[in-house]
C-alpha cells in the first residue's frame, strides 16, 4: 500500500514540476487563505480576549488544524475522487476495476495536487507557533493526543468522502456533494462548542467536521475530554467499515457504461 | 425602450426556466449563503457576551439583527460571474454568446435576477427561521427602511458591474484563481461580512469608507438596521452612485479592449 502510494506522489510531483509557474499561484492563494482566515481571528480577539473559553493563541492552533485537513483533502482526497466520479460517468472506471490491486485505494489516491502539500505544512507551523505561544502548557501526552486525534481526524473524513463518491454509482452529479462539505467547513474555522446546539450537531453528526477540526484543536490545547477521544475511536472505526462495506456494495452496482 | 423590455422579458423567462430545471445545485449554493453570516453572527455573540454583553457596543441581539440583514443583503447583490467566466472563456462557451445582437452582460443580469427569484423561496425561510432562533433586536426606522430599498440597488448594480469588469482579465489570462480568491478575500473583510466596520482596526475603517466594498453590501445593512443618521446616509448614496458610474466608465471602456483579445480556446 506505501509502495503504491509512493509510487501516485511521485507521479504526482512529476505531473506539477511540468506546470511550475503554478508553484507561484499556489503559493499566493494559500497565502490569502491564511490571511483571510488569521485575520478574521485577529479582528475578532482585537475586541475580546476569550471566545467561548478559547484563547487566542489555542484559537490559532485550531486554524492550523483546519490549514492540516483543508490541505491534506486538496492534495489527496477531493481530485481523486473527483477523477473516480468522472471515470464512473465515463466508463473509464473499468481500467482502475481490472488493475491487481485494491479499486478503493486506487481511486483514493489516484491524483495527487503536489503543491497543496503547502497548506499542510503551513498548518503545521502554525499549530507550532501557536504552541510556543501557548508556552509550557503543553505535555507530551498532549502532544500524542493531538497526533492520534489528527489521524483519527483523517480517518473520519476520509471515509466520509469515500461514502458520498460511492454515490456515483446511482447518481449522476455527485460533485454537488462535495461543494456541501466545503460551505460546511467554513464552520470549522471556529470551534464547533460555540455555536448553538442544532448547528453543533449537524457539524458533529451530520457532516464530520468537528472530529477533524475542533477535537484535534482541543488535543494541543490540553482540553480534549477523554469521552470524546473514544467517541472519535469508535466513529472512526465504524465509519472505516461502513465506507469498505458501502463501496463493495457501489462496485457490485457498478455495470461499466461503454469504455 | 419596449424592445429592450422584450429582451429582458424573453430572458428572464429563459433563465428562471434553467434555475428551476437546475434546483439542486441551486439549493446547494445557498448553504454558505445562508451558513456564512450565521457563522460570524455566532462568533460575534459569543464574544460579546463574554466580554460583559457588548462588543463595540454591540448586543448579541444587534449582531443577530445585523447578521440577518446582511444575510438578506449579500444573497441580494452577489455574483457568481468571477467564478464561471474562465470556463466560459476556457471552453468558449463564449463564442455563442458573443454573436447575439446585444451585450452578453443582459444575459447575465437576467440569470442572476432569475435566481434570485427562484430562491426567495429558501432564502425567506431561512431569515425567518434565523429571526426565530436568534431573537434579533430590529431598531425600525421608516426613513431608513424605504432608503435601504434603493441603496441594495446601488449596491447591486455596482458589485454587478465591477465583478464583470473584473471577470474580463480572462480574456488575458484564463489562470483567474489568485485574483479571484484576493478579490473575495478584501470583500470578506471590507463588505461588513466578517465584522460590522466599526469593530475593524482604525486603519482598515479609514479605507474602506472610500473603497466601493462596503457600499456592495455594509452599507444598505447598516441603514436598514438602523444604524446610520440621515447625513451618513446621504454620503453612502453619494459614494454609491460614483462607484456606479466608475464601475460602468470601466466597464464600457475595457471591454471593446478586451474583445479584441478575445480568442476563444475550443469551442
Redesign the interface.
Known amino acids: 500500500m506505501l509502495r503504491l502510494m509512493a509510487v501516485f506522489f511521485r507521479l504526482g510531483m512529476l505531473n506539477e514540476l511540468a506546470y511550475r509557474a503554478n508553484f507561484w499561484v499556489q503559493t499566493f492563494e494559500s497565502l490569502i487563505n491564511a490571511i483571510m482566515v488569521l485575520g478574521a481571528v485577529g479582528v475578532v480577539f482585537s475586541q475580546t480576549n476569550t471566545l467561548g473559553d478559547w484563547m487566542v493563541w489555542e484559537l490559532t492552533a485550531l486554524c492550523g488544524v483546519y490549514f492540516i485537513m483543508l490541505g491534506g483533502i486538496n492534495m489527496i482526497l477531493s481530485p481523486s475522487l473527483s477523477q473516480f466520479i468522472d471515470d464512473v460517468r465515463q466508463g473509464t472506471l473499468d481500467f482502475t476495476l481490472t488493475k491487481p490491486e485494491d479499486a478503493q485505494l486506487l481511486v483514493s489516491i489516484s491524483r495527487v495536487q503536489m503543491w497543496k502539500l503547502l497548506d499542510v505544512m503551513l498548518g503545521i507551523g502554525v499549530v507550532g507557533y501557536a504552541v510556543r505561544q501557548l508556552g509550557d502548557q503543553i505535555s507530551w501526552t498532549d502532544a500524542s493526543l493531538f497526533g492520534v486525534s489528527l489521524l483519527l481526524g483523517g480517518i473520519i473524513v476520509y471515509s466520509f468522502w469515500i461514502m458520498l463518491a460511492t454515490l456515483a454509482f446511482w447518481f449522476i452529479r455527485v460533485e454537488n456533494i462535495f461543494f456541501i462539505f466545503w460551505s460546511m467547513y467554513n464552520a470549522g474555522r471556529w470551534p464547533v462548542t460555540i455555536y448553538p446546539g442544532w448547528l453543533k450537531w449537524i457539524l458533529t453528526a451530520i457532516v464530520p467536521i468537528a472530529f477533524a477540526v475542533t477535537v484535534p484543536a482541543e488535543a494541543i490545547a490540553g482540553r480534549l475530554s477523554i469521552d470524546t477521544l473514544w467517541l472519535a475511536v469508535g466513529l472512526a472505526g465504524v465509519l472505516l467499515v461502513a465506507s469498505r462495506q458501502f463501496w463493495k456494495f457501489g462496485v457490485k452496482h457498478y455495470a461499466g457504461a461503454s469504455a | 425602450m419596449t424592445d429592450f423590455l422584450n429582451l429582458y422579458k424573453a430572458f428572464l423567462r429563459i433563465s428562471t426556466t434553467m434555475m428551476i430545471q437546475y434546483r439542486?445545485?441551486g439549493l446547494?449554493?445557498m448553504?454558505?449563503a445562508v451558513?456564512?453570516p450565521?457563522?460570524f453572527l455566532?462568533?460575534?455573540s459569543?464574544?460579546?457576551r463574554?466580554?460583559g454583553g457588548t462588543?463595540?457596543g454591540m448586543a448579541p441581539s444587534d449582531f443577530a439583527a445585523y447578521y440577518i440583514v446582511l444575510m438578506l443583503v449579500n444573497h441580494l447583490t452577489f455574483t457568481w460571474i468571477m467564478e464561471v467566466f474562465q470556463y466560459r472563456v476556457q471552453y468558449g462557451n463564449f463564442n455563442a454568446e458573443l454573436l447575439r445582437p446585444v451585450h452578453p452582460i443582459h444575459m447575465d443580469i437576467a440569470d442572476n435576477i432569475a435566481y434570485k427569484l427562484v430562491m426567495t423561496v429558501v432564502m425567506i425561510p431561512a431569515v425567518v427561521i434565523c429571526v426565530w432562533?436568534f431573537e434579533p433586536n430590529f431598531v425600525f426606522i421608516p426613513w431608513a427602511l424605504a432608503a435601504a430599498l434603493p441603496a441594495v440597488l446601488l449596491a447591486f448594480l455596482v458589485r454587478f458591474f465591477l465583478e464583470w469588469t473584473l471577470a474580463l482579465v480572462t480574456f488575458w489570462t484564463t489562470?483567474t484563481?489568485?485574483i479571484n480568491?484576493?478579490y473575495f478575500?478584501v470583500l470578506?473583510?471590507m463588505s461588513g461580512r466578517?465584522?460590522p466596520i466599526a469593530?475593524?482596526?482604525g486603519i482598515l475603517q479609514d479605507v474602506t469608507s472610500v473603497l466601493p466594498f462596503y457600499y456592495m453590501v455594509a452599507f444598505p445593512v447598516e441603514l436598514a438596521v438602523g444604524r446610520l443618521s440621515p447625513a451618513e446616509a446621504m454620503d453612502g448614496f453619494m459614494i454609491q452612485i460614483l462607484w456606479l458610474a466608475a464601475a460602468l466608465g470601466i466597464i464600457t471602456s475595457t471591454w471593446r479592449f478586451a474583445l479584441k483579445r478575445f480568442s476563444a480556446v475550443g469551442g
Open positions: 439542486a445545485s446547494i449554493w448553504i454558505g451558513l456564512d450565521i457563522i455566532v462568533v460575534w459569543v464574544a460579546a463574554a466580554s462588543v463595540g432562533l489562470r484563481q489568485a480568491r484576493t478575500g470578506m473583510f466578517v465584522a469593530l475593524l482596526p
